[in-house]
Every structure is written in C-alpha cells, then in structure tokens.
C-alpha cells in the first residue's frame, strides 16, 4: 500500500533521508519550533533563524533539554554571518508565524537570496526542503520567484521536486525540495 504524507511529513521524510548525526542542518524560519525539534533529534547540530522573538522564545521552550542548535535572531537571509560549519539540509517553512501576527510575513525577494546562499554552500548531496504557502498574496509571490529559480537550476547540478496534492482548496501548501548532485 502506498502512503501519501502530508507536507509537513514529507518534509521530514525527506531531511531525514539525506542527514545523520554527523551533519550540520539550517532551520531558516524557526516558527514554533517543530522542525527544529526534528532536526535535532537527528542532527549532530541545528541553527534556527527568525527575525520574531516570539518564535525564538517558542522554540526555546519546544528545544528544552536539547543542547545542540543555536537559536539566532536574524533574518534567513543573513545566515552566512553566523554558519561556518558546513550544512548537509536546509528547510524553510514559509509564510507567518502560526498563531502570530499575519502580517509579518518571509518576503519573496529576502527568501530568494537566501534560497541562492544555501544552494551555493549547501554540501554535495545535501537538501534544501522549502514548504511553501501560496494561499496569501505574498506567499503567492513566492510561489512563483521559487519555482522561477528552482526551474531554471542546471539539471547535471541539481535535482528540484515538486510535492503538491492538486484537489485541496484554498491553495494548499507545498512542497519545492532541492538536492545538490555530488
């Protein structure tokens, strides 16, 4: 029998695939800490970004007793600044913080220089999952600078999936994952 995840399962089937207790992962939009949680539990170390305080102050608490991540109070987009470890998966989990304020929203242009950082520093091999809300006019405008960028990679260097269910309404979120060949 073949299982269809959700978007956010599938996510984490995915990073789960490409790391082991040895690497170095990036959460890029912190949230409410889930996929940090997940991260560290399968990481050797995680680095979390959001420019809220209430999501850093979320994760903390979610991060309690774990001692490996660093919680970085930042736009994604200035992630080189503090990572100097080499990273073997990234994740972005788009949009507003749940349960904050709608309007502070990851912006089409910020997340695309920092999509371009992570693939260029990204180890060979390694993923970048990015689970994107075009449900919202700015997460629309995402939607469609990501998949613009993500389309046009170099086939021989990249592979870029698309991970969507097609009969939900309100435009559904998804999923563009993307691993850099060795």
């Not at 109070?73 to 709608?102: C, M, Q, R």
């Not at 006019?137 to 939607?143: L, R, Y």
């Amino acid at each position: 029998m073949i299982y269809l995840h959700s978007i956010i399962e599938f996510s984490h089937k995915l990073l789960q695939e490409h790391i082991t207790k040895a690497d170095v992962a990036l959460d890029l939009t912190v949230g409410n800490g889930n996929d940090m949680l997940f991260l560290v539990r399968i990481a050797r170390f995680v680095y979390g970004f959001d420019i809220q305080t209430e999501a850093i102050k979320r994760a903390e608490e979610k991060l309690a007793g774990y001692d490996n991540y660093l919680l970085i109070n930042d736009s994604h987009e200035n992630f080189i600044t503090y990572v100097k470890d080499k990273y073997k998966a990234a994740i972005f989990n788009l949009g507003y913080l749940p349960g904050g304020d709608k309007t502070i929203t990851t912006k089409a242009e910020i997340t695309l220089r920092a999509m371009k950082a992570v693939l260029e520093n990204i180890e060979k091999g390694g993923i970048c999952v990015t689970v994107v809300y075009p449900g919202h006019p700015e997460g629309e405008e995402e939607s469609r600078i990501l998949f613009d960028y993500l389309s046009g990679l170099n086939q021989e260097q990249y592979q870029v999936l698309k991970y969507e269910f097609i009969n939900q309404i309100n435009r559904p979120p998804y999923i563009l994952a993307t691993r850099r060949m060795r």
